[in-house]
């Protein structure tokens, strides 16, 4: 019984910590691929997609 | 107990793989301010090429040598570079909003200033991290 409260205890401080990374947490790989569609865009680097058109949901 | 627990943990680690997913840049307001800003850079093209401005280090565009800009010209750069900063920061707040996560926008103008300055074209001007101005 001891053991499954300490048990228990742990996964629960486990649990809030995990919480807590996922707050903080700032996806900078996706960041930087969202900028990167972005900002290809405002300088024109990509030839199939002119800045006039708009972003095909398909481009992802 | 022990398997609500389990169960517990399961329930939620769907949420970091969420956590990791593509960032929501697909909105009407980031799509309206990206075309605005593509429509700018036509104009703003000419200026980084001949170094009057230049890729600042803290994602926005600055004015580095007036002098390469035609007298009559300067008013106009300067109001260039004020609508094209005024997007830019509203851009960075817009996907951060657009994510739910609206104090992640100082980390994506980090992101976006890294970016700008890495997609530059040969001959124009970035700032790097001592704040010198360097040419690509």
Same mark, same amino acid.
């Given at each position: 019984?001891?053991?499954?409260?300490?048990?228990?205890?742990?996964?629960?401080?486990?649990?809030?910590?995990?919480?807590?990374?996922?707050?903080?947490?700032?996806?900078?790989?996706?960041?930087?691929?969202?900028?990167?569609?972005?900002?290809?865009?405002?300088? #024109?680097?990509?030839?199939?997609?002119?800045?006039?058109?708009?972003?095909?949901?398909?481009?992802? | 107990?022990?398997?609500?627990?389990?169960?517990?943990?399961?329930?939620? &680690?769907?949420?970091?793989?969420?956590?990791?997913?593509?960032?929501?840049?697909?909105?009407?307001?980031?799509?309206?301010?990206?075309?605005?800003?593509?429509?700018?850079?036509? #104009?703003?093209?000419?200026?980084?090429? &001949?170094?009057?401005?230049?890729?600042?280090?803290?994602?926005?565009? &600055?004015?580095?040598?007036?002098?390469?800009?035609?007298?009559? #010209?300067?008013?106009?750069?300067?109001?260039?570079?004020?609508?094209?900063?005024?997007?830019?920061?509203?851009?960075?707040?817009?996907?951060?909003?657009?994510?739910?996560?609206?104090?992640?926008?100082?980390?994506? !103008?980090?992101?976006?200033?890294? !970016?700008?300055?890495?997609?530059?074209?040969?001959?124009?001007?970035?700032?790097?991290?001592?704040? #010198?101005?360097?040419?690509?």
């Amino acid at each position: 019984m001891r053991a499954t409260s300490i048990l228990s205890a742990l996964a629960a401080a486990t649990l809030a910590a995990a919480c807590v990374t996922i707050n903080i947490y700032f996806p900078a790989a996706a960041a930087e691929k969202a900028a990167d569609r972005i900002i290809e865009e405002v300088y #024109q680097l990509r030839k199939d997609a002119p800045a006039s058109a708009p972003v095909p949901a398909d481009k992802k | 107990m022990k398997k609500l627990l389990f169960v517990l943990l399961l329930a939620l &680690s769907p949420l970091a793989a969420l956590a990791q997913a593509n960032l929501e840049i697909n909105t009407p307001a980031i799509n309206g301010l990206k075309q605005a800003m593509a429509g700018r850079h036509a #104009q703003l093209a000419a200026h980084y090429g &001949s170094g009057a401005i230049g890729i600042a280090r803290d994602g926005s565009v &600055s004015l580095r040598d007036a002098n390469a800009v035609p007298l009559p #010209q300067r008013a106009a750069v300067n109001g260039l570079l004020g609508a094209e900063n005024a997007d830019r920061a509203a851009l960075y707040k817009e996907i951060a909003r657009a994510n739910g996560k609206p104090e992640w926008e100082a980390e994506i !103008r980090n992101t976006f200033a890294q !970016r700008w300055a890495e997609k530059a074209s040969p001959g124009w001007y970035v700032q790097n991290a001592q704040g #010198q101005w360097v040419k690509k």
